[in-house]
């Protein structure tokens, strides 16, 4: 069983920042990659950045430059760091994260998803 808990969502200004962080925990042979997408009320879920184990990043051009993703491996854990927040960022957050679980000889690959985190953005 694999657990993703997210936390640091809010209520904040426009132009004002938040750092949302994402544990991953349980059953884990290793993650593969993890990241963020959001959604806004009445919108498709929508990708917001990734990164792989081996620090490689996307994001999407409506963020970019103004979010940074980053992990720390060793507690398993995931960051979305979003600066000069805008109102149209108001929406759901969700981690996501693709772990390998079960024995060395006999790997699952799985994408798992938290609960989501409420980021607001006021004008």
């Known amino acids: 069983q694999v657990q993703l808990l997210e936390s640091g969502g809010g209520l904040v200004q426009a132009g004002g920042s938040l750092r949302l962080s994402c544990v991953v925990s349980g059953s884990i042979f290793a993650i593969y990659d993890m990241g963020w997408y959001r959604q806004a009320p009445g919108k498709q879920r929508e990708l917001v950045a990734t990164?792989?184990?081996?620090?490689?990043?996307d994001y999407a051009d409506s963020v970019a430059g103004r979010f940074t993703i980053s992990t720390d491996n060793a507690k398993n854990t995931v960051y979305l760091q979003m600066n000069s927040l805008k109102p149209e960022d108001t929406a759901v957050y969700y981690c996501t994260a693709s772990v390998y679980t079960g024995p060395a000889d006999d790997l699952l690959l799985q994408r798992y998803w938290g609960q989501g985190t409420q980021v607001t953005v006021s004008s």
């Open positions: 990164i792989t184990s081996a620090g490689n990043t």
